[in-house]
């Protein structure tokens, strides 16, 4: 083995084992922001997982959509060999709260595998601190930074908004506007990822009238994109294009036009309105009059 190959191996080596964790002696340190914090190893039995374990309630990561797909990346591995990456972790009431690690917490829940941690005092920013770090490997999607810009925006305005994350303002609109979307729609794309800011945002002009306000057949619509998932698997394009021709389907009836009686007299009834029309080209005085009388004769009949 040549110098280069053997610089080259240790360097892939060193790579693979590398840590944000430091042991020195018999102590074991999270590294969070620069600061080397004291910490344990715990390792959770698989089957004890979900009943010791939660997610740190501002990880922007929302635990409710992970589904298989959606740690493809991670699966194979974890199955095949355990996970070799600990998780970051605080003790919170007898139970263990989750910084760093969701998707893989996830994960060994799925495959049957345990759950190793580094447990240290953290505080709630070094919390949040450490579950951004995370969420680095695996960016979160445009519906999830859609909630976080709603609660950015209960204390700053769009501008604002836009500025603190180094986007335009367009993308702030469009992702909260995905956030918005009913978790039963959301759930019928195959990962949050799959679904885009600016396909969240034509879904939610098409359902939304107002704010929170469903316009008129919007839940048939996402109805018949849950049924539509259940005989198949659907790909993002596949709901918009349901949501859309289900709502730009002309009403029942289609639009009324107007019946010619003469070449100059045209009537326009709407049934379901209770309405007529009349329309008159070159109209003679005395014949206004006569449908005057008309009408008010009949109205007197009513």
């Known amino acids: 083995m040549n110098n280069n190959t053997e610089a080259l191996t240790s360097s892939v080596t060193m790579a693979s084992v590398r840590r944000r964790v430091e042991q020195k002696a018999d102590a074991l340190f999270v590294v969070v922001a620069g600061k080397k914090i004291p910490a ?180 048939a619509a996402i109805a018949k994109v849950e049924a539509e998932k259940q005989e198949r698997e659907l790909e993002p394009d596949d709901v918009l294009a349901i949501i859309k021709d289900a709502m730009t389907q002309p009403k029942p009836g289609g639009k009324v036009e107007p019946e010619a009686i003469t070449p100059n007299v045209k009537i326009k009834h709407d049934a379901d309105k209770g309405t007529a029309t009349f329309q008159m080209k070159n109209a003679d005085p005395g014949l206004v009059e006569e449908i005057k009388k008309l009408v008010l004769s009949w109205e007197g009949k009513q």
Do not use: W
């Open 40 to 219: 344990r190893r715990v390792v959770i039995p698989h089957a004890e997982i979900e009943e010791k374990t939660f997610v740190f309630n501002d990880n922007e990561r929302i635990q409710r959509f992970l589904n298989p797909k959606a740690v493809a990346d991670i699966l194979p591995s974890i199955t095949e060999s355990g996970i070799d990456k600990d998780a970051t972790a605080r003790e919170n009431n007898g139970r263990f709260e989750v910084a760093d690690g969701s998707r893989r917490r996830y994960t060994a829940i799925l495959a049957g595998q345990d759950y190793p941690m580094l447990v240290a005092d953290l505080t709630d920013e070094q919390m949040l601190q450490a579950s951004r770090t995370g969420n680095n490997y695996k960016t979160t999607s445009e519906y999830e930074k859609g909630h976080t810009h709603q609660t950015e925006l209960l204390t700053m305005n769009v501008s604002q908004c836009a500025e603190k994350n180094n986007v335009h303002r367009n993308i702030i609109t469009r992702r909260v506007k995905t956030a918005s979307l009913p978790d039963n729609l959301v759930a019928c794309f195959p990962t949050l990822n799959d679904l885009s800011a600016r396909m969240g945002a034509d879904i939610y002009d098409l359902i939304f009238a107002d704010k929170d306000v469903l316009r008129p057949g919007a839940t």
